[in-house]
């Protein structure tokens, strides 16, 4: 986010939902086309680890919330599942260029808004539950199902960043 202009010096763009809606499209079209791309070339193994992981941290936070609460911890390992399953299906295109275009938009998106954009106890579930019918489209090896399945996905993020949900 933050540029820096010849003869000027640094400037911060100013945050607004244009750039948020610019920096999510850009994100919906990357990740929609990979995902297709995706459920073609998986190995079944790599769908079976990414399903097995979402399922048990699934299962870990209804046991917390049902004993106590989902903590910290539970948010910051599904975070990390969340982020992870995202790369993992843009490096599966062995891109570079669109790896580095993705890396840079994540990184706008993750500073737009960050409370927005990161997993919370609210949204931590519901989003893992999104993660799994994009995962179960992919098993399917329907790559429009999986496209669909993510843009729902994705369209839910960008609504919860700019305060819609």
Same mark, same amino acid.
């Given at each position: 986010?933050?540029?820096?202009?010849? &003869?000027?010096?640094?400037?911060?763009?100013?945050?607004? =939902?244009?750039?948020?809606?610019?920096?999510?499209?850009?994100?919906?079209?990357?990740?929609?086309?990979?995902?297709?791309?995706?459920?073609?070339?998986?190995?079944?193994?790599?769908?079976?680890?990414?399903?097995?992981?979402?399922?048990?941290?699934?299962?870990?936070?209804?046991?917390?919330?049902?004993?106590?609460?989902?903590?910290?911890?539970?948010?910051?390992?599904?975070?990390?599942?969340?982020?992870? =399953?995202?790369?993992?299906?843009?490096?599966?295109?062995? &891109?570079?260029?669109?790896?580095?275009?993705?890396?840079? &938009?994540?990184?706008?998106?993750? @500073?737009?808004?960050?409370?927005?954009?990161?997993?919370?106890?609210?949204? @931590? @579930?519901?989003?893992?539950?999104?993660?799994?019918?994009?995962?179960?489209?992919?098993?399917?090896?329907?790559?429009?199902?999986?496209?669909?399945?993510?843009?729902?996905?994705? &369209?839910?993020?960008?609504?919860?960043?700019?305060? =819609?949900?």
């Amino acid at each position: 986010l933050v540029r820096t202009v010849p &003869n000027r010096g640094m400037q911060i763009p100013h945050v607004d =939902l244009g750039l948020i809606r610019e920096a999510f499209q850009l994100r919906l079209f990357l990740e929609r086309e990979a995902v297709a791309s995706f459920t073609r070339t998986a190995s079944d193994e790599t769908i079976a680890a990414l399903e097995s992981e979402h399922q048990a941290i699934i299962g870990e936070c209804r046991a917390a919330a049902a004993s106590g609460g989902i903590t910290a911890a539970h948010v910051q390992h599904a975070q990390d599942i969340d982020w992870s =399953l995202h790369t993992s299906i843009i490096n599966a295109l062995n &891109n570079s260029i669109i790896a580095d275009i993705y890396r840079v &938009n994540s990184i706008k998106i993750r @500073l737009i808004k960050q409370e927005q954009t990161r997993l919370n106890e609210t949204v @931590l @579930l519901p989003t893992m539950e999104e993660h799994l019918a994009v995962i179960a489209a992919i098993r399917s090896r329907d790559p429009q199902r999986a496209a669909d399945a993510m843009g729902e996905h994705v &369209n839910s993020a960008r609504d919860r960043a700019m305060g =819609l949900r």
